[in-house]
């Protein structure tokens, strides 16, 4: 009996089968992982897949005509304008990622080495860099607009007394006021500050999880040999954070090249002035779903797009994981 | 027992034929538009509608603006969109038309609509219209009646006097022109109210009869006059987008502002105090017309797929009559071009006046049906001109050569 098929132990439902144990933890299972697993398909799987087959057809708008092959690809890559629009959002795209892991990243790991070494007031701080990442993006948004107006913006009132201040006391003519939103120099750099205004608190307070996660003996360790703050950070912090830098280095390259709901917001659809604020994202939604201005939608080379899009952030994050990752046994 | 399943066989033959006597009755019908801020106005034509179309049961359903293209384009294809549709005209239109009734031979009322509101709704390809024009839109210089009336001006009818007019203003501490270049699409507004004096009211046969192309001096030189009004444009116009502009003019912080007939209903919501009036562009010489720029701005159209297109039609084609113009006049301040609708408001009437001597809105009415459209291609531009970045000759040839991608007059 006690070798035998566990049937006994679980009482016979009522004129019902028995099941194994086995059996019922396979049903718990499935019932567990069903439903997410139908989402997925649905909503991820699915669309990706479409989104593949319409860019190998011709649409008129949003009428499905014969097959196309590659030639939406063709005509974003290699025809006029699209080629244009292709390649100046794509280089936006690559401004926003680098300048975000420089002015975000690199002052987030400043804030949290310092945040790390508990001084007084570390936690009030914590809360205080971490709270614009709690507002709604939209309100981002419209605020800092506001703020950047070059006629009511709090931005340029202030610039506008930094300039006589520098007048006065150096008799230096200044005028530093801008209408930041309104040129194609400044733009694209006022939409990122703004994100890296928003976003800081993020990588911040995963930094600091990865300092506050080394054990404390290391640091011990590490200045009873008679190594300075520097070299701590250097070569104690910085190796075994690389977890946590992996991690930032690849959302926020996620992040930077589906970048779409601040310059929306922001700027606009057509990524103004002059398309200078133009990133992939915004010529996707503009291509596949028009613009009260444009010619027709084209959900062919909208999903051409999309389809471009999603493999080079796809080959390009898993590479960079990878090596992220043997970097980080290397440094340990 | 016989007799008991008799009655009730009755009784469901009478359940069953009230049912369909009730749906007979009760044709519902639904109406998509993107007029959210028209719905109790639109619900009230459709109650008196419905008053003398006992039976017919028609539900008003706004969605959101920006969006309601995107929606109505899928909803379309799908199957699912309303009975009735608004749509707009020239290139958004003809991305829908294949989803569209062609009402041409079905509401006789359009034979009478002026030609070039038809065309706003006419496909190409056929030359059928797919909807019922609805309204059109002009555009026209406002100006704030007590700034002018304070400084002793009066509005200016030719280029010059505009100017000095401007440098008036300006002298005086006001904003002259509230206009800026941040949001894109005013750019184009900017050009279509001042453009149309220096090219002139035969360009846009020119252009589409392939005999001129954009870079013809008629149009750079209409370019290079906007230059001229960069010192009255709001400081740092460059960062002023389409919002600020409009509060600019509505509080009395600027004396005009370039822009659409569509403004005349935001500028009283946004002060019902302003005094003001509209004013076309001004002449190039003393003696010339004042032209505008003019376009269709929509339709309303019977969905291909409706399952009561003769209720959908009937509709349509009251919407078509000129008691529905009359109503759609008086009630949302449109300028309707149902032929015989006056009126009572001296703005709008001023508006259907000056659309006696209108040219079409160029890009939109001429260039918007294929990619990359000619808005587009002169919208990029012309932030990087005001910057001085870029001349209106390159403007016109960088538009000429786009558009010649797909419009064959400019490819030889």
Redesign the interface.
């Known amino acids: 009996m006690k070798d035998g098929p566990n049937l006994t132990r679980t009482p016979p439902a009522k004129g019902g089968f028995r099941l194994g144990r086995r059996a019922s933890r396979a049903i718990w299972l499935a019932t567990l992982l069903v439903p997410p697993a139908l989402l997925f398909l649905t909503f991820v799987v699915y669309p990706m897949i479409s989104a593949l087959v319409y860019s190998l057809y011709e649409w008129r708008?949003?009428?499905r005509l014969g097959f196309y092959g590659l030639e939406n690809f063709r005509t974003l890559l290699f025809?006029?304008?699209w080629q244009a629009w292709t390649i100046n959002a794509f280089w936006h795209n690559v401004v926003v990622f680098v300048t975000l892991m420089v002015v975000q990243n690199a002052v987030a790991l400043v804030l949290a080495l310092i945040l790390g070494s508990n001084p007084r007031g570390s936690r009030f701080y914590q809360v205080v860099f971490f709270l614009p990442v709690t507002l709604a993006l939209v309100l981002v948004g419209f605020q800092w607009k506001l703020f950047?107006?070059?006629?009511?913006g709090v931005v340029?009132k202030l610039l506008d007394a930094l300039s006589q201040g520098i007048e006065r006391l150096v008799g230096l003519q200044v005028d530093l006021?801008?209408?930041?939103?309104?040129?194609?120099s400044t733009a694209l750099v006022a939409l990122i500050l703004v994100n890296a205004w928003r976003w800081l608190g993020f990588p911040t307070i995963v930094f600091l999880a990865g300092i506050r996660s080394i054990p404390h003996e290391y640091f011990e360790a590490a200045r009873l040999d008679g190594a300075n703050e520097w070299q701590v950070a250097r070569h104690v912090t910085w190796p075994l954070l690389a977890p946590a830098v992996t991690i930032i280095v690849i959302l926020t390259f996620i992040g930077s090249f589906n970048w779409f709901d601040l310059p929306y917001v922001m700027a606009?659809l057509?990524g103004?002035?002059?398309?200078s604020t133009d990133v992939l994202g915004l010529y996707f939604y503009r291509t596949a779903?028009?613009?009260?201005?444009?010619?027709?939608?084209?959900f062919g080379q909208g999903s051409a797009l999309a389809v471009l899009m999603f493999l080079f952030i796809l080959v390009v994050s898993v590479v960079w994981t990878r090596a992220l990752r043997s970097r980080e046994v290397e440094l340990q | 027992m016989m007799a008991k399943s008799t009655t009730k066989r009755l009784l469901l033959i009478t359940l069953v034929l009230s049912l369909v006597g009730f749906g007979l009755a009760q044709t519902k019908l639904t109406f998509w538009s993107w007029r959210t801020e028209d719905v109790d106005e639109y619900n009230e034509i459709i109650a008196g509608y419905e008053a003398e179309h006992p039976g017919v049961d028609i539900e008003f359903q706004a969605y959101e603006t920006s969006t309601y293209?995107?929606v109505l384009?899928?909803a379309?294809?799908a199957g699912e969109a309303g009975d009735i549709v608004h749509v707009?005209a020239y290139?958004?239109f003809?991305?829908?038309a294949?989803f569209l009734l062609p009402l041409d031979d079905q509401v006789p009322a359009l034979a009478d609509f002026p030609r070039l509101a038809l065309d706003g709704e006419r496909r190409r390809s056929d030359g059928r219209v797919y909807a019922v024009p609805f309204a059109s839109q002009t555009l026209v210089v406002y100006y704030n009646t007590d700034i002018f009336s304070e400084l002793g001006l009066a509005p200016p009818e030719t280029w010059d006097e505009f100017l000095s007019t401007a440098q008036t203003i300006k002298d005086n501490g006001y904003i002259p022109l509230a206009n800026?270049?941040?949001?894109?699409?005013m750019n184009?507004v900017f050009m279509g109210v001042f453009g149309p004096n220096f090219y002139g009211a035969e360009f846009f046969d020119d252009i589409m009869a392939g005999e001129a192309d954009f870079t013809d001096a008629r149009f750079t030189g209409a370019l290079e006059k906007l230059l001229e009004l960069r010192p009255y444009m709001?400081?740092?116009?460059?960062?002023?987008?389409y919002a600020?502009a409009q509060n600019?003019f509505a509080n009395g912080l600027a004396a005009m502002f370039a822009g659409g007939s569509w403004e005349i209903a935001n500028f009283r919501d946004l002060n019902p105090d302003l005094n003001f009036d509209l004013m076309p562009g001004p002449a190039a010489e003393a003696g010339q017309p004042q032209l505008v720029s003019w376009f269709l701005d929509g339709g309303y159209a019977v969905n291909a797929a409706s399952p009561n297109q003769e209720e959908a039609l009937e509709f349509v084609r009251f919407l078509a009559t000129q008691e529905f113009g009359q109503q759609l006049t008086d009630m949302l301040q449109n300028i309707s071009p149902i032929p015989g609708v006056v009126s009572t408001d001296p703005l709008l009437a001023k508006v259907a006046e000056l659309n006696q001597t209108s040219t079409p809105y160029i890009m939109?009415v001429g260039f918007?049906?294929?990619?990359?459209?000619g808005?587009?291609?002169m919208?990029?531009?012309l932030?990087?001109m005001f910057?001085g970045?870029i001349t209106p000759e390159q403007v016109g040839s960088e538009v000429t050569e786009?558009i010649a991608?797909y419009f064959a007059p400019f490819q030889n």
């Open positions: 708008g949003i009428s025809d006029q304008p950047l107006n070059p006629m009511f340029n006021s801008q209408p930041w939103l309104g040129q194609e606009g057509d103004p002035p002059g398309k779903f028009g613009e009260v201005s444009g010619g027709l939608q084209n | 293209q995107t384009s899928a379309l294809s707009r290139g958004n003809e991305t829908i294949d800026g270049t941040a949001t894109t699409w184009e709001t400081p740092d116009f460059e960062g002023i987008d600020t600019l939109l918007r049906y294929e990619t990359p459209s808005s587009v291609m919208q990029e531009r932030p990087g910057a970045e786009g991608t």
